[in-house]
């Protein structure tokens, strides 16, 4: 046995078998935590879209997704603040499939496997339309009484949405009851989307309030024994007025700057009560409203202006009117002229109380 441990050869195989089992000892401690690995699943984790939600909306976004956790159980448990979202910061507007849904702030020794790992969602593009307002009149006045035209601010709104809806919008309405009304009077009436054939719900519309002025004025009516008529001498002061509900022209007397062209001209109100022979006034189609100079004007704008008194009308109603102007860009040589502007059909009555149903 001495002449065994004195063999060198001997005493290396030792050595080398103790080392190997050091080796193995030292090891060691590392297998619990492989023992101590395990699972856990979370539910109902909220996903963050990183998107310009200022230039688009998602349609069809899933909302919620879960989460399996793999790692040490103690460290599973006291997870630090993360975060689960899907990057759409580099993507344009379009339907898209197949989408990663991504984990950040875990801990390099937990590993993390969404359910479901992967999204579909649609991103449109938001718009914006200034559309003019309509007011629809519903009802009649008190009798001996009439309607004059109704004004309105704003006479236009800024409509916004995603394209595809914002693009059905045909008209925006005030509906106003003038049921029983024996005096002026003032609301604030909620405004309505439409497209031509229902309503729109999904778009916003800025503002969604209009304030309304109802002038209501009574009706002077003739005493029962009327005094002797100078023949061919119209329109004595026991003689009634006829009027017409006509469409306002405005007409441009300065086009704007090369690059700009007008797009559209709506006035308020957007027919104005003319007052003369009924004979006469048959026969206007429009009335003038003045003309406007837009040589410096690049933007939207409202004007204000007075109604003068053409023949053959005697007096008009109201006197001063808003003209809005919308404005766009074109190349220089579509830049126009001359413009006008007409608002809708005529309406006929009488100065007894009858009152104009709609304004368009």
Request: no cysteine.
């Amino acid at each position: 046995m001495d002449r065994l441990f004195q063999n060198e050869w001997v005493l290396r195989v030792i050595s080398i078998v103790l080392a190997t089992v050091l080796w193995f000892m030292v090891s060691e401690p590392t297998l619990p935590i492989s023992v101590n690995r395990s699972s856990t699943t979370v539910r109902g984790i909220q996903i963050e879209y990183r998107y310009d939600n200022q230039k688009y909306q998602l349609l069809n976004a899933k909302h919620k997704v879960d989460l399996v956790f793999i790692g040490d159980k103690n460290t599973i448990n006291r997870l630090p603040s993360y975060r689960v979202f899907v990057d759409l910061s580099k993507l344009k507007a379009g339907k898209y499939l197949s989408l990663p849904v991504k984990v950040e702030g875990l801990p390099a020794n937990v590993q993390v496997r969404p359910n479901p790992s992967n999204v579909s969602v649609e991103i449109a593009e938001k718009v914006t339309k200034t559309i003019p307002v309509n007011i629809i009149t519903r009802g009649a006045v008190a009798y001996g009484y009439k309607l004059l035209p109704i004004t309105y601010t704003p006479i236009s709104v800024r409509v916004s949405g995603i394209r595809r809806e914002v693009e059905k919008v045909s008209r925006i309405t005030a509906l106003v009851n003038v049921n029983g009304l024996k005096q002026t009077t003032k609301r604030n009436v909620q405004l309505a989307v439409h497209s031509k054939t229902t309503k729109i719900p999904n778009v916003k519309i800025a503002p969604s309030n209009t304030q309304v002025t109802i002038p209501i004025e009574k009706v002077q009516t003739s005493p029962t024994t009327p005094k002797p008529e100078t023949p061919n001498t119209p329109n004595t002061p026991n003689q009634q007025l006829s009027y017409r509900d006509i469409p306002l022209q405005i007409t441009v007397s300065k086009p704007p700057p090369e690059g700009y062209k007008v797009e559209s001209i709506t006035t308020n109100p957007l027919k104005i009560r003319v007052y003369g022979s009924i004979e006469k006034l048959k026969k206007l189609k429009t009335y003038p409203g003045g003309s406007i100079d837009l040589s410096k004007v690049t933007s939207d704008t409202t004007l204000t202006q007075d109604v003068k008194v053409v023949t053959p009308a005697e007096k008009v109603s109201p006197t001063r009117i808003e003209i809005y102007v919308k404005i766009g860009r074109t190349p220089a040589e579509d830049t126009n002229t001359d413009e006008s502007n007409t608002n809708g059909d005529t309406e006929v009555g009488t100065d007894n109380g009858s009152t104009p149903k709609e304004n368009k």
